[in-house]
């Protein structure tokens, strides 16, 4: 089976990120990998990544190889300043779960949406009695390249499309 539109994809890869300062591209760096025993499955179509990465694997199949590259445009593109905010360290105490030693400089904090749909924020400093907290997704000013296998396609169920994500084995149990 070929991806294409509803369909569950199983990748293994390795992301590797480099970004452009001062006109100089740094050497691409490793930020994950995802193996045999921790491989990444997506509805195709509904998966939320970026546009091109789905647009690179249509028509691949099982077994297949991929390696690819996403400019910053392609990806997440540039930051954007009005995700940056200071809100007061007084919301983010022990009866809303977090822990003193989770709101340090650098950590990324696990929050909910008004949806109620899972985000996070880098805490990029700490200002006295506030945070000076990064929405930005996490590869947002980066090039991403992408050294990979596709692992499985298969037809995604009926309850998968109509959920937007992937049950069973490798998705969500519900």
Do not use: C, W
Not at 9 to 33: A, N, R
Not at 45 to 56: A, I, R
Not at 65 to 92: C, H, M, R, T, W
């Amino acid at each position: 089976m070929k991806i294409q539109k509803n369909t569950v994809v199983g990748l293994t890869y390795e992301l590797k990120v480099s970004k452009l300062e001062d006109e100089i591209e740094s050497s691409p760096f490793s930020v994950e990998v995802r193996d045999k025993e921790d491989p990444f499955y997506f509805l195709f179509g509904q998966s939320g990544l970026p546009e091109k990465f789905e647009e690179l694997l249509v028509g691949q199949s099982e077994g297949e190889p991929f390696s690819f590259s996403l400019s910053v445009e392609e990806a997440y593109g540039a930051p954007d300043e009005e995700l940056i905010i200071n809100l007061p360290k007084s919301q983010f105490s022990g009866e809303q779960g977090f822990k003193k030693e989770m709101l340090e400089e650098g950590n990324f904090l696990p929050l909910m949406d008004e949806n109620g749909y899972p985000m996070q924020a880098k805490i990029l400093k700490v200002i006295g009695d506030e945070l000076l907290l990064d929405f930005n997704h996490p590869l947002v000013g980066f090039d991403l390249h992408f050294d990979g296998n596709i692992i499985e396609v298969r037809k995604a169920t009926k309850e998968e499309v109509d959920h937007g994500h992937v049950h069973g084995e490798h998705g969500t149990h519900h």
